[in-house]
């Protein structure tokens, strides 16, 4: 009686480790995404982006991207990580308002959990929200199975649409 509950006791911890083993870093998501909210602020005429992004794979992308080691719980590395995000966003995402580009300025990021919280910013005097074009290919160098979530709201008014991998460009129009 004791041997079978020993062999019992043996057979679940092994089912633990290995399931444990399933759930690592690298398999925490089985699909990959992104989501991207704009919300254009009238009074201030600026565009508040938030675009989040699961740590790893950020990580994965920016060091194959830029040939470097990305480890966003390194502190001591916060400068580099700026500028590499910075270049990586604002090569991957992009917003048109009646055909003119509007500039990004990477504002920050944070780690929250699993995934990082990039912010960034854009002027617009000349924006109009009656013909918005956004690009965003973010994590399709590394993706085919990539789906990007994008939010914009003007005026309270929330519109949302998604690019799933090679889809780069969609339109709003408020």
Known sequence: MACNYYKRSRLLWLLVFFLLIGFSPAAWHP???SATEMEYNGKTQKLEISTKIFTDDLEAVLTRTYKTPVDFSNKLRKQALDT??????????SIR???QLQRLKFFGWEVDHEAVYIYTTAETTS???RNIAIENTIL??????????????????????KLAYPE??????F
């Open 140 to 161: 399709y160098e590394l993706f085919q199975d990539q789906m990007n979530i994008v939010h914009f709201i003007v005026n309270g008014t929330r519109k949302s649409s």
């Open 31 to 33: 699909f990959h995404v």
């Open 84 to 93: 590499l995000v910075t270049k990586y966003i604002t090569t991957h995402l």
């Open 168 to 173: 780069r460009k969609l339109q709003f129009s």
């Open 97 to 99: 308002s009646n055909g």
């Open 127 to 129: 924006f109009n929200p």
